[in-house]
């Protein structure tokens, strides 16, 4: 959302939904959890003593849904 959008000057295109990102990582790191992730062409790896919150295939039944996208360096999913 642009800032006038989040402060109410400027209104959202009709027929958009604006939704809040979910994290798609944990607390502590784990051998399994912690491995890097290809998304798009670009490797993501969960942040220092984290972990991916689900394991590669849940990573990538999400992908198939379009329910996972990149914020900068990080991914986060659409509940």
Same mark, same amino acid.
């Given at each position: 959302m642009?800032k006038?959008?989040?402060?109410?000057?400027k209104?959202?295109p009709?027929g958009w939904?604006i939704?809040d990102?979910?994290?798609?990582?944990? #607390?502590? #790191?784990?051998?399994?959890?912690s491995?890097?992730?290809e998304?798009?062409?670009?490797?993501?790896?969960?942040?220092?003593?984290?972990?991916w919150?689900?394991?590669?295939?849940?990573?990538?039944?999400?992908?198939?849904?379009?329910?996972?996208?990149a914020?900068?360096?990080?991914?986060?999913y659409?509940?």
């Amino acid at each position: 959302m642009t800032k006038e959008e989040k402060t109410g000057i400027k209104s959202v295109p009709q027929g958009w939904r604006i939704f809040d990102g979910t994290p798609l990582v944990s #607390a502590q #790191a784990s051998e399994k959890g912690s491995m890097p992730y290809e998304f798009e062409g670009k490797t993501y790896y969960p942040p220092t003593n984290r972990h991916w919150t689900l394991t590669k295939e849940g990573l990538d039944g999400l992908v198939r849904q379009k329910r996972i996208f990149a914020i900068g360096n990080r991914l986060e999913y659409r509940k």
